[in-house]
């Protein structure tokens, strides 16, 4: 088991997505190969979403 | 790259049926939509080109109205979901995209998270070049076969010269919009209403539904009050509008014609001039 002490940056993101997690049920990513935090995935505005689908180009 | 199995199982699914329907030598394709993780991207729904498509023997264009209001719909139980890519067909046996793909595409990817895309092509083998089998094959890492029909898969992002084959992995998982493919012809009769409609209520909330076996797309649109809500219910031919107060509910009778979100509302406009 490697208990590796994390840098200020690693620290400081985890801490953060710790929080987003406890207070707006924010998703927390582990590496499937270690289980160490592989930081969070952002929900994605539908605009965003919605945009990129309609400038699909077509097709040939 | 992953694929969960049930995205897999529809794409292999829904161009063999393509394939036999009476559009099946046009070209087909589908939006992905999924998850980016640190090092990769989990495929976890297609929304297909949808039957008000324009394509031909060499090109397609998705109905990409039905394709947004889709997306909001799926996206409802996971914020994530992102677009991915897509895949589309081609009728020969050119398993890579063509150089009017390219064009097209390089500029669209600046549209993605990452600035990447993923792209997969689907092709189909004469039968008699084919073994008869029951289980898919994975014949190259970016390469998924199943009978005579054949997926390969790239990525391209746009400064890249050319599309590079990407290595795929299937684990267990959804196609996450699988239940809307009972409702898609209803998506497409009222996507652009519909989706209008979202962008300006915020409390819309759109379910998969049935009665007496028809398929039904709920719109759902909450009060103030708890359990204070209007319902649209949307079927093939019919539209109902209900209005749900407490323990009461009332149905609401609007002149045929009416579209589904002036009659919401026309029933909102009701509902406020009570006492």
Redesign the interface.
């Known amino acids: 088991m490697d208990f590796r002490p994390l840098n200020e940056l690693e620290r400081r993101n985890l801490v953060t997505a710790l929080r987003g997690n406890a207070d707006g049920n924010r ?1 927390l ?1 582990m ?1 499937p190969k270690d289980t160490t935090f ?2 969070t ?4 505005p ?1 605009e ?13 | 790259m992953v694929l969960t199995d049930e995205v897999s199982r529809t794409l292999f699914a829904e161009y063999a049926a393509h394939r036999k329907s009476d559009r099946g030598r046009e070209e087909i394709g589908w939006v992905l939509l999924g998850v980016r993780e640190a090092d990769r991207a989990v495929v976890l729904a297609t929304l297909p080109a949808g039957a008000e498509r324009d394509a031909g023997e060499a090109h397609v264009r998705f109905n990409s109205e039905a394709q947004a209001l889709a997306s909001r719909i799926v996206r409802q139980s996971d914020r994530r979901l992102t677009l991915l890519g897509i895949v589309h067909t081609h009728p020969g046996r050119m398993r890579w995209p063509s150089s009017g793909d390219y064009e097209g595409d390089r500029r669209w990817v600046s549209n993605l998270r990452g600035g990447e895309g993923v792209f997969g092509i689907g092709t189909f083998e004469s039968p008699n070049r084919t073994e008869p089998t029951t289980v898919g094959g994975h014949p190259r890492e970016h390469i998924l076969t199943f009978e005579d029909l054949r997926f390969d898969w790239y990525t391209l992002a746009g400064d890249d010269k050319r599309y590079r084959p990407v290595p795929l992995e299937l684990t267990l998982g959804p196609d996450l919009a699988m239940p809307l493919r009972a409702v898609w012809p209803i998506v497409e009769t009222h996507a652009a209403r519909l989706d209008r409609l979202a962008r300006l209520i915020a409390k819309v909330r759109f379910e998969i539904s049935e009665n007496a076996g028809v398929p039904v797309l709920v719109v759902t649109v909450l009060l103030g009050e708890p359990g204070h809500q209007v319902r649209v219910l949307l079927e093939r031919k019919t539209v109902r509008y209900v209005y749900e107060a407490g323990d009461a509910a009332f149905q609401a009778d609007l002149p045929a014609g009416t579209a589904p979100d002036q009659g919401l509302f026309l029933l909102l406009a009701e509902v406020v001039a009570r006492p």
């Open positions: 998703v990513l590496d592989a930081g995935a952002d929900d994605v539908d965003e979403v919605i945009h990129a689908i309609k400038s699909v180009p077509c097709h040939y």
